[in-house]
């Protein structure tokens, strides 16, 4: 099992640690340039290049019935959900795969608002709300699939 993170924008790094750790579990840390990482055996830094969605095509390449994936991006957490990956958003709402066509046409309908010129506000602020509720989801997600690979496991 690993943890994939979207890692560019990510609020919670920190909390992906915290949780890992506890976990015994390795973090990938995907970005478009270095980030600052702490010195541990269970986290890699990837850095890739700049191209458009370099950093969703690594994450997605590597997404399957392991990872869990750390991302705010609605295609991104789409095509991880299809590889089999869970996905967890860092405000800790899970995309599943019940909520994510609903999120996929959300973003496109405000897409279409705000190329037409309409003033559509971004998200809410980050709260500490947020960052709990984050700290859950995580937990319980890779409590989750550790009881799953241990009943897929051959006695």
Request: proline fraction near 6%.
């Amino acid at each position: 099992m690993r943890i994939l993170v979207d890692a560019d924008a990510c609020p919670v790094k920190e909390e992906i640690y915290k949780v890992a750790f506890r976990h015994d579990i390795g973090v990938t840390i995907v970005s478009n340039s270095p980030i600052r990482i702490p010195v541990h055996a269970l986290v890699e830094r990837m850095v890739v290049s700049d191209g458009f969605d370099a950093a969703d095509d690594w994450i997605a390449e590597r997404a399957d019935g392991e990872a869990v994936c750390i991302t705010a991006d609605i295609l991104l957490a789409d095509r991880c959900l299809k590889a089999g990956a869970a996905v967890i958003a860092p405000s800790g709402k899970p995309f599943t795969p019940a909520s994510i066509g609903t999120a996929v046409a959300t973003r496109a309908i405000m897409a279409d608002l705000r190329a037409g010129g309409d003033i559509v506000g971004g998200p809410p602020p980050f709260t500490k709300a947020d960052r709990s509720r984050f700290l859950s989801a995580l937990d319980e997600t890779l409590v989750r699939l550790k009881r799953s690979a241990g009943n897929r496991r051959p006695a």
